[in-house]
């Protein structure tokens, strides 16, 4: 790939959130401070499903991989954003910018899967409760999670390449804290029509049709919720699925907005405050969203803190 004055293009330029150094630093605190919660958050997560044989269950096997997701995804993107946020130079080199920019869309399309699989669980648990451990059995399970992680990775890698092919208009300045597709075909000269169709087709793909099924899971779910009788067993049964609702939509929302849209159509910054919210609010908080409203999850911290 060249620059119109045919030298190699060898690195980028992340501009980041903010160039004023007052601000970096107390972004840098913020983000630090986020960073760790979604550590700690997440990786307890995992360790109360691993050794507390009540979480044994479809629902918290699927969990810990939305923790791992989580964590996995932060720290492809944030370690590198705190490290910016204290230096003057934020230069990012070709084959890191490259790297961060697949494995964020590989993860982001594995989670997007994930939800959908998690929506398919609850819908099982609740429409067909005598048959759930037959069709969620352990294999079944495993062989989901395995699909998950392997589905994420072949459409990003086809259109990160087909963005590296974008003739760049001059220079290498990204209007972002990392690197992402939309930010690099903004740099494009040229018509690059064909790679926001495939874009396109790609958000169709890893976003809308998870983000359909789990409408249409859920539609079902409420109907079977309320022909529940009992008005404790209505109050359970939405609580276990408000949980991975407000997962939903604090996430694809936030992709969706980002990804989803016309490239001229937004304000300046859009990108970045969007990416802020899938990149550090919702793992943040999905930890939080889980254990706050679950009390299986609970009873196992306290004996965890017991032991």
């Known amino acids: 790939m060249i620059w ?25 605190i913020v983000f630090t401070s986020a960073y760790t919660i979604i550590l ?26 939305l923790s791992f997701l989580d964590l996995c995804f932060s720290t ?18 070709y084959g890191e910018c490259v790297a961060q920019m697949y494995i964020g869309q590989s993860l982001g399309a594995c989670e997007c899967v994930l939800l ?15 048959h759930y451990t037959t069709i969620m059995s352990k294999r079944i399970c495993v062989r989901l999670a395995v ?18 092919n974008v003739d760049l208009c001059g220079h290498n300045k990204i209007n972002h804290f990392l690197c992402e597709v939309t930010e690099i075909l903004s740099l494009g000269c040229g018509n690059i029509i064909l790679v926001e169709l495939f874009m396109f087709i ?11 099924f789990i409408v249409t899971t859920y539609v079902n779910i409420i109907v079977n919720i309320l022909k529940i009788a009992s008005s404790s067993g209505r109050r359970k049964a939405f609580s276990t699925c408000g949980s991975h609702m407000m997962v ?12 989803m849209k016309p490239r001229l159509s937004s304000l300046p910054g859009t ?26 999850v609970k009873a196992a911290f306290v004996k965890l803190i017991k032991k």
Not at 276 to 281: A, K, L, P
Request: hydrophobic content about 55%.
């Open 202 to 212: 790609v958000g169709l793909i890893v976003l809308l049709i998870p983000v359909t």
């Open 147 to 164: 699909g998950i992680w392997m589905s994420g990775f072949p459409l990003p890698a086809s259109l990160v390449t087909l963005t590296l």
């Open 4 to 28: 119109k004055n045919e030298t190699i293009l060898r690195e980028f330029v992340l501009l980041g959130l903010s160039s004023d150094p007052k601000t970096q630093v107390a972004l840098f």
């Open 248 to 259: 939903v939509v604090i996430f694809y929302g936030s992709i969706m907005a980002s990804y």
């Open 40 to 65: 700690i958050g997440n990786f307890l997560i995992i360790v109360l499903v691993l050794t507390d044989a009540n979480l044994h269950t479809p629902m918290y096997f699927f969990l810990t991989n």
């Open 76 to 93: 492809t993107t944030l370690l590198r954003t705190l490290k910016d946020l204290l230096s003057v130079n934020k230069v990012i080199s």
């Open 116 to 130: 959908a699989v998690m929506a398919y669980d609850r819908y099982v648990a609740i429409c067909y409760p005598l």
């Open 271 to 296: 990108d970045k405050v969007l990416a802020v919210f899938y990149v550090i609010i919702a793992p943040m908080l999905n930890p939080m969203i889980y254990t706050l409203r679950n009390n299986d």
